[in-house]
């Protein structure tokens, strides 16, 4: 009688759980990957789609497809809810169908979510830069800031109409600070007539003192010296204390108060754990850190739980920040360890952080890269961000249509994917009143207020519609 193979469950489909995936791809175990996307998510790429460069589908191949020749996994679509530690079981569901999936080994990798710092309203008008959902949105809300101005006589309005707020000056601030610039200056410069798309005003928000702040103080200088001859406005030392459908309140250490107007605003400051790693601490006892991601193990598995590892951005661990590569590091070292339980070999141990730098986009042909003592700028930082991206891609054919979209953009300054409609508006919205049950139901056809669905709220179709 053949022995039950050693069951695997990975929840997650980003860079922890996709890695941690295909490093178990010649293991003898069974994987079950339960992720909440039919997709891997390339999310350093992001500002890319809600300006306009690239498509989604350029940087979310399907996970079926990605391992579609990996035998020993299968994927399923559905939001993981609670896991029972005790009884090693997953606990999910697809809208109204819950399912229980056993494990011998689980694998957490549903990273993290932006963070408002206990301001959780400011989400109805600043989206994040965490989801294709937020990035539909943000393009949405750029291009129509345009087309409003177009029509509107008031010149107040129209000023408050192409001013662009960026709160959070990392990575994700200043690429979405300067893409905005660049996509105002020429990409569109031609396509209007009653406005002059160059006259936009893009600022750029943040708490620190600096732009940047682990790529060190020359390259936080450097960054903000380019962004500012690009046109941006850069804010540092200032915290922003109101955020509403008309703009943004900011207040600087030195306690003066600015009241910017504006339509458009991106949240790109701070990282909160998924919920689930509360639910993984409740059980396990382990530590939540202050961004509420869990502190696990030095070999990243939970306390008293050596079956079950944290990896990602949903880990905390010393030394490692929330980017692709401590995420892709992770998952491979649980993965390793994994196969050395069902194998009866030599674990790894601890885990080790290989830290292979750092790196951003300003603008065009401008970037900068920290990677060691070793920092570049400008034109040489640019082509190695653009291979090491194209690089990490998952899948030949989001390469190749990648590299397509970015030649058409830097040597013609045009943006392919610059479609947005009313549901990327306001759909996110829209879901948020309905109720997180309420899609199943509209999928069978049946009324969310006739089943008395106690999640869902009426809503006024007007209401969801930011300010115009």
Known sequence: MNKKRHQVVVIGSGFGGLFSTKALKHANVDI??????????????????????????????????????????????????DVDLVNKVVKWRFHEQYHETP????????????SYFGHDEFATFAPGMKTIDDALELRARIIKAFEVAEFTTD?????????FVVVGAGPTGVEMAGQIRELADTTIRQDFRA???????VVLVDGADQVLPPFGPELGAATKKKLEKLGVEVQLSSIVTELDERGVGIKRADGEVERIE????????????????????????AELDRAGR????????LPDHPDVYVVGDLMSFPGVPGVAQGAIQSARHAAKDIRARVEGSQPP?????????????????????????????????????LFLHL???????????????????????????????????????????????????????????????DDAVPYDEEELTPAE
């Not at 900068?368 to 570049?376: D, P, S, Y």
């Not at 759909?427 to 089943?451: F, P, V, Y």
């Open 32 to 81: 079950t990957l339960i992720a909440r996307t039919t997709n891997h998510l390339f999310q350093p790429l992001l500002y890319q789609v809600a300006t306009g460069i690239l498509s989604e589908g350029e940087i979310a191949p399907p996970t079926r497809e990605v391992l579609r020749r990996q035998k020993n996994a299968q994927v399923l679509l559905g939001l993981v809810e």
């Open 103 to 114: 494990y011998d080994s689980l694998v957490v990798a549903t990273g993290a979510g932006q």
């Open 155 to 163: 010149p107040a309005e129209r000023r408050r109409l192409m001013t």
């Open 195 to 201: 406005i002059d798309t160059s006259e936009a005003r």
């Open 262 to 285: 504006c339509f458009c605003k991106v949240w790109a400051a701070g990282v909160k754990g998924d919920p689930l790693g509360q639910v993984l601490a409740e059980q396990s006892g």
């Open 294 to 301: 869990v502190v696990v193990n030095k070999d990243l598995t």
């Open 349 to 385: 141990g601890e885990f080790k952080y290989f830290d292979k730098g750092s790196m951003a986009t300003i603008a065009r042909f401008s970037a900068v890269v920290k990677m060691g003592n070793i920092k570049l700028t400008g034109f040489v930082a640019w082509v190695a961000w």
């Open 391 to 453: 690089f990490y891609i998952a899948g030949f054919k989001q390469r190749v249509t990648t590299l397509l979209s970015w030649f058409i953009s830097f040597v013609s300054n045009g943006r392919s994917q610059r479609v947005v409609t009313n549901q990327q508006m306001v759909g996110r919205l829209a879901l948020e009143r309905l109720g997180s049950h309420t899609s199943g139901k509209l999928i069978q056809g049946r009324s969310h207020e006739a089943d008395g669905d």
